[in-house]
T-cell receptor
Framework: NAGVTQTPKFRVLKTGQSMTLLCAQD?????MYWYRQDPGMGLRLIHY???????AKGEVPDGYNVSRLKKQNFLLGLESAAPSQTSVYFC????????????FGPGTRLTVL | TQLLEQSPQFLSIQEGENLTVYCNSS?????LQWYRQEPGEGPVLLVT?????EVKKLKRLTFQFGDARKDSSLHITAAQTGDTGLYLC????????????FGSGTKLNVKP
């Protein structure tokens, strides 16, 4: 099992450009999450999904969109990148039911110039 | 505004010393998790506590959940250099789509 994988690992964008971050999990988990991590702020929830075809907003959703067309994949899109979106992005998944352990991917370091 | 406040933010100690990290909130959580994160990697779960007053031990690490389920602590006995990392607490609920709110973290450096 690869667990949770994220692509790309690093990316540099110019203000106004768009990009999509891909998260994939091979554990048949129901729940998937996108977080951003900034210095001194911990992890903040951007969007999440409780199953295939569902998405919902988290704490800091503005400027991001997501899709979960397949159970194993959760995509995070930035339509028009801004310098404030410079961050490290983590994807996580949870099996569901009574099990709440989050499995995290290795992260994507995004810089917006 | 952080839902969960962690203290201290930074901790630098010598190998063999004991330490305690605190995680406090004004909100009640049905479960509280502690994670450790190494540089360049995602957080890895250490423990989940779900019952008020619960104490869990993981080798030299002792985790406690407050009676009111608003706060938690992590105590490390005889710290080792391998304990160096960022420690994060997260409060949430399996009854709220497993959404978890993270503290800002405690960066621990254990010197040899």
């Amino acid at each position: 099992n690869a667990g949770v994988t994220q692509t790309p690992k690093f990316r540099v964008l110019k203000t106004g450009q768009s990009m999509t971050l891909l998260c994939a999990q091979d554990m048949n988990h129901e729940y998937m999450y996108w977080y951003r991590q900034d210095p001194g702020m911990g992890l903040r929830l951007i969007h999440y999904s409780v199953g295939e075809g569902t998405t919902a907003k988290g704490e800091v959703p503005d400027g991001y969109n997501v899709s979960r067309l397949k159970k194993q994949n959760f995509l995070l899109g930035l339509e028009s990148a801004a310098p404030s979106q410079t961050s490290v992005y983590f994807c996580a998944s949870i099996l569901g039911g009574e099990v709440s352990e989050q499995f995290f991917g290795p992260g994507t370091r995004l810089t917006v110039l | 505004t952080q839902l969960l406040e962690q203290s201290p933010q930074f901790l630098s100690i010598q190998e063999g010393e004991n330490l305690t990290v605190y995680c406090n909130s004004s909100s009640v959580f049905s479960s509280l998790q502690w994670y450790r994160q190494e540089p360049g990697e995602g957080p890895v779960l250490l423990v989940t506590v779900v019952t008020g007053g619960e104490v869990k031990k993981l080798k030299r690490l002792t985790f406690q959940f407050g009676d009111a389920r608003k706060d938690s602590s992590l105590h490390i006995t005889a710290a080792q250099t391998g304990d160096t990392g960022l420690y994060l607490c997260a409060g949430g609920s399996v009854y709220n789509f497993n959404k978890f709110y993270f503290g800002s973290g405690t960066k621990l450096n254990v010197k040899p």
